[in-house]
């Protein structure tokens, strides 16, 4: 029997260990960053956000498909008048769990308010880091291929025949293209930049990401049927998203009244599992395959 999105209520860490290796397709999600949402998870200070991850990102990585994606949006945070390095000090230490860090996509958040500090102005933008159990990994280009526009017409339209069909720079620098590519095409492929607005005034969730997030790196990394994985679910976007999409969407969250928002907002279809692990309880046994 095909397996349906299932939610859980608990800690990522204990949750996980119930989850059969090598068996989530796609991991999206957006963890608390440090201390913030200090009145809902607690806050985790810069200094020890590394030390609080990695035992969630190591069952991450147990549980991922040699082939799978794991996606993590994050940002860094201010202190003392600095950027603190904890996100690069992540990567590095995810890196010696075995986790290749394959690409780092922007998101441009379009709608950003304006606002400025004496020393720096506020930030548009977000990562969203892309890890890999292994440099082999499925993914889908032409499921997010956008319209090429005007892009050949006004960009093209006062080059030579020559320039247009060369392979290689004239100084041999090797950065020449064969342009003539491009040409008479309907679709290119995106850069690494998505701009999207935020959610704006979403009163359930104080960090809800946009429905087209999520949308975004499924199509690109999954397929039908496939199994996608919040483990920091929050109101549910991404699970709700997969299940749209029609995929087995998986989320875990450990604040009860979030957990019952994104309960709500599945369809009536989803079966909402009650999990075998609570808050800081550890359940040593494997469920059943997801799928």
Known sequence: MKSKTKIYLGDSKDVLQDFEDNSVDLIFTSPPYADSRKTTYGGIHPNKYVEWFLPISVQLLRVLKPTGTFVLNIKEKVVDGERHTYVIDLIHEMRKQGWFWTEEFIWH???????????RFRDSWERLLQFNKSK????YQEEVMVPVGDWAKSRLKNLSQTDKTRDNTKNGSGFGKNVSNWLDRAYVYPTNVLHLATECNNKEHSAAFPDELPEWFIKLFTKEGDVVLDPFMGSGTTVNVANKMGRVGLGIEIVKEYYKLAENQLSQNIFAAEPKVKYGKTNTGRRKKLH
């Open 109 to 119: 958040k379009k709608n950003s308010y304006p606002g400025k500090w004496p020393n």
């Open 136 to 139: 082999q990994f499925n993914m």
